[in-house]
């Protein structure tokens, strides 16, 4: 009996793992961090409804300069960005480029809310924020139009550079 228990466990057990391989391969996404010009790798978002079906990816978007703001509804200096952000996106609103606001917040009820303007994603695991060392927040990054890294860390919104730097961009 110990014997066929065994065994029966050992059986069980080869196969839990296969599965268990065989879907990591399918999720992984390669966490190495990112540099200036490195394709952004297929890392899958909620968007605001946050049903199943509306994931998204930042692949999405391609065609169009992206940027993104990294915020948290804790945060008190992203919410400080968040006029400027708005502004900023009715002036380029006829221009080439796509703004994304994506959540490092752990809590979907804080993330969500009904005056939550443009697109708005969260976070679904760490890969992220590892593969764009995000360390601290708000984080402003630049995409370029084929889904390249642009820049890691784009000026502020409250800065009139950012404004110029984007429409200095080829194609903008």
């Not at 978002?45 to 391609?62: A, E, Q």
């Not at 796509?98 to 976070?123: A, C, L, Y």
Request: aromatic share 8%; glycine share 6%; proline share 5%.
């Amino acid at each position: 009996m110990i014997v066929v228990a065994s065994l029966s466990a050992l059986l069980f057990s080869g196969n839990s793992k296969e599965t268990s391989v065989e879907a990591k391969q399918k999720t992984t996404v390669d966490t190495t961090r990112l540099k200036v010009g490195d394709e952004v790798p297929d890392i899958v978002f909620r968007d605001t409804t946050g049903h199943v079906g509306n994931d998204m990816r930042l692949s999405d978007l391609k065609g169009k300069y992206v940027l993104i703001d990294v915020w948290a509804s804790w945060c008190y200096p992203c919410r400080i960005q968040q006029p400027y952000l708005l502004a900023l996106e009715e002036k380029m609103k006829n221009k080439a480029i796509t703004f994304v606001r994506i959540s490092i917040d752990t809590h979907e009820w804080r993330w969500k809310g009904p005056n939550m303007p443009g697109i708005q994603w969260m976070v679904r695991d760490k890969v992220f924020e590892q593969v764009f060392g995000i360390n601290t927040i708000p984080r402003f990054i630049l995409l370029d139009k084929s889904g390249r890294v642009l820049k890691l860390n784009a000026t502020m919104p409250s800065h009139p550079e950012l404004e110029q730097e984007l429409n200095q961009l080829k194609g903008i």
